[in-house]
């Protein structure tokens, strides 16, 4: 089955700079990605995808890219903002939906005002 | 909009106990699942179901059953609650396979 290895599994950043999540999979059927952002008390929400035909999608200050050759993709957040602050989650799915995802452990960020 | 909500938002239970968790959606949607999510680990899916009348095991079935009798409507039935059971729960909806998945707030169960 698919593995997705997320890290760090803590980041602090002080406020402005840029944080970096990277997540890794194994399973070359993964063609969807989606990165999902939850703050405390709260469901995850998803913030950002990627689909396997695309190498890099942007949505102001966040981005993801993949590279489908080494099995990675990753989520860059620039500009940090204190409201950054939560647990980001990763995610790897093939073509048979979400009943094959498999989330990443998490990434708690921190952004320092 | 509603979107995705859960009831109830927390529940103690003592083990042996059984109780229904209530999960509806008001987009419409096909697929819903229920997660269970615990320190460490990434969400891991319970069941889920394709449509009205559907359901099926996912990761961790063993010990939960699920309902989906009115397309709204996913219910997460746990029939002898143990310790391990002790998660936060989530459920989640998607309008089609690879699309978007909408989650709702979660149930923390504690089980003693």
């Known amino acids: 089955g698919e593995n997705v290895e997320q890290h760090p599994s803590t980041l602090s950043v002080q406020e402005g700079d840029s944080a970096v999540i990277k997540c890794t999979y194994s399973?070359?059927?993964?063609?969807?990605f989606p990165w999902y952002k939850q703050e405390l008390g709260k469901g995850p929400q998803l913030i950002i995808d990627?689909?396997?035909?695309?190498g890099e999608k942007k949505d102001q200050r966040i981005a993801v890219t993949l590279n489908k050759t080494a099995k990675h993709f990753s989520l860059h957040i620039t500009e940090t903002q204190p409201e950054d602050s939560a647990v980001y989650f990763c995610?790897?799915?093939?073509?048979?939906?979400?009943?094959?995802?498999?989330f990443g452990t998490g990434t708690k960020l921190q952004v320092i005002p | 909009n509603a979107g995705v909500t859960q009831t109830p938002k927390f529940r103690v239970l003592k083990t042996g106990q059984s109780m229904t968790l209530l999960c509806a959606q008001d987009?419409?949607?096909?697929?819903m699942y229920w997660y269970r999510q615990d320190p460490g680990m990434g969400l891991r899916l319970i069941h889920y179901?394709?449509?009205?009348?559907?359901?099926a095991k996912g990761e961790v079935p063993d010990g939960y059953n699920v309902s989906r009798l009115k397309k709204q409507n996913f219910l997460l039935g746990l029939e002898s609650a143990a310790p391990s059971q002790t998660s936060v729960y989530f459920c989640?909806?998607?309008?089609?396979?690879?699309?978007?998945?909408?989650f709702g707030q979660g149930t923390r169960l504690t089980v003693v």
């Open positions: 989640a909806s998607s309008g089609d396979l690879n699309t978007e998945a909408f």
């Open positions: 399973d070359s059927a993964s063609n969807y």
């Open positions: 990627i689909r396997s035909n695309v």
């Open positions: 995610a790897a799915i093939p073509s048979g939906g979400y009943q094959k995802v498999t």
């Open positions: 987009m419409n949607h096909e697929y």
């Open positions: 179901s394709v449509g009205e009348g559907t359901t």
